[in-house]
């Protein structure tokens, strides 16, 4: 007989998203007449705009000619796309062939625990996006949120009497990576580039590596706050960072995302990082479709920009209409400004009391905060991704 993975049994029972479904589908099943309306899962509603449309059916019609036909494409992405991210996106920041291209941030969050291997002490903020805390459990590290000397996953607490910043000083406890989202998921919480430079310094300080996911930088509005870790002085000698066209444009269904690994990055004995992030790309992955990487491509002209601003306004204008909503009914709400998600604090109700709360008396469906980590508990995550018309259903049954 072949033997379990043994740390699969250390996961929570089923992944967070699949479970909020399972609690919205036992709904139906005792009022199949029920109209649900969804602000939990982070995916996109609005059609792809039309030059980016364009720009993917214009490389799939090539593909059925002789002369436009590609095969496989490199492992690592077409230059021509690796370029134009390090030239529109970064301005230079990073070089392309720092720029790996794939088929989304959550597979390259999985591949990075290739990369590292399961001998490291990994380092999360509480709350956090569920996939950096299950991948590393898979892997075998695991903790106890207490932070004792002996786990191999540390939580960092980020709350709202910290701005949902984590304390980092002499008390953290030791890590090697540490993951952090910026804007984050789930508290919509945006750091200023002070706090990013203490990230950065302190994650040198502790000779480990930061890796920073920035899947909702382009809902960042204010040019004073940094869209990149790479604006941070110093960053290149620590810092990892994902990205992903899902939520800049649409992408969730096409799937195209990036992840930037800068060439001095060095391991305690020497070898780049780089070298081994090529080695595991070209291994275990054959290059993201190249359809959806001439969308990319279309994303990125000018043309492709101004639609990434006119989708980034509307669902932050989902956003505000739930903030504003949500505050003058008398609820603490923070993010929805320079993030697509808010976060609602549930005074007198746990996580799920509230899910239920809203599930069964409004048939909305939102996300528990405690499915973030135990730094959620008590709060409620809204997304803003969600035609006009629905958000303004969901505020109508709310009122
Ligand atoms: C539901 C911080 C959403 N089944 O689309 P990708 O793979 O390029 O990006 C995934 C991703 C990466 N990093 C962060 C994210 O928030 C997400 C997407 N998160 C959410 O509601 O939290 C979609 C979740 C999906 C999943 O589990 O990822």
Same mark, same amino acid.
């Given at each position: 007989?072949?033997?379990?993975n043994?740390?699969?049994?250390?996961?929570?029972?089923?992944?967070?998203?699949?479970?909020?479904?399972?609690?919205?589908?036992a709904?139906?099943?005792?009022?199949?007449?029920?109209?649900l309306?969804?602000?939990?899962?982070?995916?996109t509603?609005?059609?792809?705009?039309?030059?980016?449309?364009?720009?993917?059916?214009?490389?799939?019609?090539?593909?059925?000619?002789?002369?436009?036909?590609?095969?496989?494409?490199?492992?690592?992405?077409?230059?021509?796309?690796?370029?134009?991210?390090?030239?529109?996106?970064?301005?230079?920041?990073?070089?392309?062939?720092?720029?790996?291209?794939?088929?989304?941030a959550?597979?390259?969050?999985?591949?990075?625990?290739?990369?590292?291997?399961?001998?490291?002490?990994?380092?999360?903020?509480?709350?956090?996006?569920?996939?950096?805390?299950?991948?590393?459990?898979?892997?075998?590290?695991?903790?106890?949120?207490?932070?004792?000397?002996?786990?191999?996953?540390?939580?960092?607490?980020?709350?709202?009497?910290?701005?949902?910043?984590?304390? *980092?000083?002499?008390?953290?406890? &030791?890590? %090697? $990576?540490?993951?952090?989202?910026? @804007?984050?998921?789930? #508290?919509?919480?945006?750091?200023?580039?002070?706090?990013?430079?203490?990230?950065?310094?302190?994650?040198?300080?502790?000779?480990?590596?930061?890796?920073?996911?920035?899947?909702?930088?382009?809902?960042?509005?204010?040019?004073?706050?940094?869209?990149?870790?790479?604006?941070?002085?110093?960053?290149?000698?620590?810092?990892?960072?994902?990205?992903?066209?899902?939520?800049?444009?649409?992408?969730?269904?096409?799937? *195209?995302?990036?992840?930037?690994? &800068?060439? %001095? $990055?060095?391991?305690?004995?020497? @070898?780049?990082?780089? #070298?081994?992030?090529?080695?595991?790309?070209?291994?275990?992955f054959?290059?993201?479709?190249?359809?959806?990487?001439?969308?990319?491509?279309?994303?990125?002209?000018?043309?492709?920009?101004?639609?990434?601003?006119?989708?980034?306004?509307?669902?932050?204008?989902?956003?505000?209409?739930?903030?504003?909503?949500?505050?003058?009914?008398?609820?603490?709400?923070?993010?929805?400004?320079?993030?697509p998600?808010?976060?609602?604090?549930t005074?007198?109700?746990?996580?799920?009391?509230?899910?239920?709360?809203?599930?069964?008396?409004?048939?909305?469906?939102?996300?528990?905060?405690?499915?973030?980590?135990?730094?959620?508990?008590?709060?409620?995550?809204?997304?803003?991704?969600?035609?006009?018309?629905?958000?303004?259903?969901?505020l109508?049954?709310?009122?």
């Open positions: 007989m072949v033997k379990r043994p740390h699969m049994s250390k996961l929570s029972g089923s992944y967070l998203f699949p479970e909020v479904k399972k609690r919205a589908r709904l139906l099943e005792k009022t199949p007449e029920a109209k309306i969804s602000l939990s899962i982070g995916d509603t609005e059609q792809l705009p039309p030059f980016v449309t364009q720009s993917l059916v214009q490389k799939a019609i090539a593909m059925g000619t002789a002369s436009g036909y590609e095969g496989y494409g490199a492992e690592q992405g077409l230059d021509s796309l690796r370029k134009s991210i390090s030239e529109t996106y970064y301005k230079g920041l990073v070089a392309p062939e720092e720029v790996f291209i794939s088929d989304g959550k597979c390259d969050i999985a591949r990075l625990q290739m990369l590292f291997g399961s001998d490291v002490i990994t380092a999360v903020q509480d709350p956090a996006y569920p996939v950096y805390v299950d991948t590393s459990v898979i892997m075998g590290q695991t903790g106890s949120h207490t932070n004792s000397y002996y786990d191999r996953l540390v939580y960092l607490p980020c709350t709202a009497e910290n701005n949902f910043f984590p304390v *980092l000083d002499e008390n953290t406890p &030791p890590f %090697d $990576l540490l993951y952090f989202c910026n @804007p984050n998921n789930p #508290t919509g919480a945006v750091c200023t580039k002070q706090q990013l430079q203490k990230l950065v310094d302190f994650v040198k300080e502790r000779g480990a590596f930061l890796i920073y996911d920035a899947a909702y930088s382009v809902y960042i509005q204010d040019p004073a706050l940094p869209r990149t870790i790479f604006e941070i002085p110093g960053a290149k000698d620590v810092a990892i960072e994902i990205n992903s066209f899902s939520k800049i444009i649409g992408f969730t269904g096409i799937r *195209l995302s990036w992840t930037v690994i &800068p060439k %001095d $990055l060095r391991f305690e004995e020497g @070898p780049s990082v780089i #070298t081994d992030w090529n080695r595991i790309m070209t291994t275990c054959n290059g993201a479709s190249i359809i959806a990487q001439h969308g990319g491509l279309g994303a990125l002209t000018p043309e492709g920009l101004k639609e990434i601003d006119t989708l980034v306004q509307f669902y932050l204008g989902n956003a505000k209409l739930l903030k504003d909503h949500f505050t003058q009914s008398g609820y603490e709400v923070f993010g929805g400004t320079h993030a998600y808010l976060f609602v604090k005074p007198h109700q746990s996580s799920w009391e509230a899910f239920d709360h809203f599930l069964y008396k409004y048939n909305i469906v939102t996300t528990p905060g405690s499915g973030f980590g135990p730094g959620g508990e008590g709060y409620l995550r809204l997304s803003a991704f969600g035609k006009r018309a629905t958000i303004e259903e969901a109508s049954r709310l009122n």
